[in-house]
């Protein structure tokens, strides 16, 4: 797996500068945790790196062909749809909604297969969410504060499924709780 290598790259809306001469190495094939205060261009960083938002300057390698999937700290899930179906969105054909229902149980999401997510609490969509992105088919995870919103038990166990279903993935996660990204087993990097 090819290291992701960030060189010198900045990032300014307007006069305000995010981050200048930033420069990472994000391990391919490993969990990456970083960390930085609120502000400090975290998920612009991400947003570059998924190609949805243009640096200013420097240069990013190692995601060229690459396929992403991404957990947002927002929710991007179809409202109207159940939490099967938004699953199944990205799976490949020839997986089948036995697959998807055994995933959800573990997660403790049995018996809201077929309910509208918009039906669904915060914790439970949340889920839906990292399931979403978990069954698609990729390259490099981006997990953007994928835990907010679940309880201490449930996030735990949640953080065990994704470590076991990401091992031997490039993975990069964002996050403020340096526990997190130990459990996933995470090589933290700090941002300012």
């Keep these: 797996m090819n290291d992701i290598c960030i060189r010198n790259l900045s990032k300014s809306f307007g006069a305000k500068k995010v981050f200048g001469g930033l420069n ?3 391990k391919g094939g490993a969990a990456t945790g970083i960390m930085a205060p609120s502000g400090a261009g975290k998920t612009t960083l991400l947003r570059i790196l998924m190609g949805l938002e243009t640096a ?5 390698t190692g995601l060229e062909g690459k396929r992403f ?4 700290q927002e929710e991007r899930l179809c409202e109207n749809m159940t939490a099967a179906d938004n699953i199944r969105l990205v799976m490949p054909a020839h997986a089948g909604l ?4 055994a995933e959800m149980d573990r997660l403790g999401l049995n018996g809201c ?4 997510v918009s039906e669904l609490s915060g914790g439970m969509r949340r889920r839906v969410s990292i399931l979403r992105a978990l069954f698609s088919e990729y390259d490099v ?5 994928p835990f907010k919103g679940l309880d201490e038990t449930l996030k735990r166990d949640v953080m ?8 031997g993935k490039t993975v990069v996660l964002v996050t403020h709780d340096k526990a997190e990204a130990m459990i ?3 090589e933290i990097i700090e941002i300012i």
């Design 24 to 26: 990472l190495t994000i």
């Design 56 to 60: 200013d300057g420097g240069s990013v």
């Design 69 to 72: 999937s991404a957990v947002f």
């Design 98 to 101: 036995s697959a998807i229902l």
């Design 113 to 116: 297969d077929d309910q509208p």
């Design 141 to 145: 995870l981006f997990l953007d504060e």
């Design 160 to 167: 065990a499924y994704v470590k076991e279903k990401t091992a």
């Design 184 to 186: 996933l087993g995470a």
